[in-house]
């Protein structure tokens, strides 16, 4: 089978396409035929050697995808040959196969291609897991996204309307604020070129937000901060700038603030009958029409270098997707 395979930690550009042995499930594994890989910002990451885990050179890359069941190791009973799942294993997606946890898979939504559904899993399941099981929002709370029109951001947007929130969508560029907006934000706020602390002000009518979803990190995250309002939550996703911010304990105080860590990918490890659930959610959403993954862009696995370019020069609107 073809794969993309990372033999050196030297970032997308020493990605290459070849052949490689199909994997063998073992005990409580499923063999899946990917109809698509979804790319994620982790991804790059993970094949420069910065991401929280590091895997054995070499390693086929890929947290996520979506295709059909076709071996079922020992031991596998929730899941057949035949299903539609979409699945999170944290590597090896970038494949015509991969070999996973039958715990990491679900069932994929019906009315999704393989190509949307191997981008639903991490940005959906993130921003769920993060608003309903992290920050516990509720109906006409105000939540700020940051980062609104990338993959896990659109994805928050799109769950706080369906909760009852009032979203305010923070992006770098027109392109980008028009998306967020037809995507259901409120309204969008360019954070590349406003006042993001009056910017805040104005959306809550001066109270500050109650809770700012955060997949960027950088300068930004203090100002969010400091825009809470008493009871806020800062809800830490990611550090899509590249620096991991510090803040003043003080402002936690004063405003009886939380910042609130969010870690989906150990969430589905450590409670995977709560993310089963909150799947089940997802895909009900789903197949109601309510959400569906926006794919911007679709790569060959030989132009993964430059689809992980696209992601990082901050073009992409939703997801990218990569097949064979
Ligand atoms: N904690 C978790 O469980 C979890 C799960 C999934 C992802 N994440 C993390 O969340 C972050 C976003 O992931 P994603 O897959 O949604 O990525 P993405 O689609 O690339 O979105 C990231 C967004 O960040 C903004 N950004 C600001 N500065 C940037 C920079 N220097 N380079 C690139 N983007 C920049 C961009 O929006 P603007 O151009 O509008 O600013 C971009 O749309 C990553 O750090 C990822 O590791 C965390």
């Given at each position: 089978m073809r794969a993309v395979v990372c033999t050196a930690w030297d970032g997308p550009a020493g990605l290459a396409a070849r052949?490689?042995?199909?994997?063998?499930?073992?005990?409580?594994?499923?063999?899946?035929?990917?109809?698509?890989?979804?790319?994620?910002?982790?991804?790059?990451?993970?094949?420069?050697?910065?991401?929280?885990?590091?895997?054995?050179?070499?390693?086929?890359?890929?947290?996520?995808?979506?295709?059909?069941?076709?071996?079922?190791?020992?031991?596998?009973?929730?899941?057949?040959?035949?299903?539609?799942?979409?699945?999170?294993?944290?590597?090896?997606?970038?494949?015509?196969?991969?070999?996973?946890?039958?715990?990491?898979?679900?069932?994929?939504?019906?009315?999704?291609?393989?190509?949307?559904?191997?981008?639903?899993?991490?940005?959906?399941g993130t921003s769920y897991h993060a608003l309903v099981d992290r920050a516990g929002v509720s109906e006409g709370d105000t939540v700020v996204v940051l980062g609104a029109a990338g993959g896990v951001g659109v994805a928050a947007v799109e769950i706080a309307k369906l909760l009852g929130c009032r979203v305010a969508a923070a992006v770098s560029s027109e392109r980008k604020a028009e998306f967020v907006l037809e995507r259901g934000a409120d309204v969008a706020i360019r954070y590349d070129r406003e006042d993001l602390r009056a910017a805040i002000r104005d959306f809550t009518d001066g109270k500050g937000a109650d809770v700012v979803y955060d997949p960027v990190g950088g300068s930004v995250t203090e100002t969010c901060f400091r825009s809470l309002r008493w009871n806020g939550r800062l809800l830490v996703v990611g550090f899509a700038a590249g620096k991991i911010p510090s803040l003043p304990l003080n402002l936690a105080l004063l405003k009886s603030a939380s910042a609130v860590g969010v870690f989906w990918g150990d969430f589905v490890v450590r409670y995977p009958r709560e993310n089963r659930a909150n799947l089940v959610q997802l895909k009900e959403w789903c197949e109601q029409g309510l959400i569906r993954p926006h794919v911007d862009r679709v790569f060959s696995f030989d132009q993964a270098p430059a689809a992980m370019a696209y992601l990082a020069e901050r073009q992409v609107l939703g997801r990218v997707c990569l097949v064979p």
């Open positions: 052949q490689v042995p199909e994997p063998t499930p073992g005990p409580g594994q499923v063999q899946i035929a990917l109809g698509g890989s979804g790319l994620n910002f982790a991804d790059i990451l993970m094949v420069s050697g910065q991401y929280q885990i590091k895997p054995d050179l070499p390693f086929i890359p890929g947290f996520e995808g979506a295709g059909t069941v076709t071996e079922v190791g020992p031991g596998v009973e929730s899941v057949s040959v035949g299903d539609r799942v979409v699945l999170f294993s944290g590597i090896g997606c970038f494949a015509e196969k991969v070999a996973a946890d039958a715990i990491v898979t679900a069932p994929a939504p019906d009315n999704l291609t393989d190509i949307e559904a191997a981008t639903f899993m991490t940005a959906y």
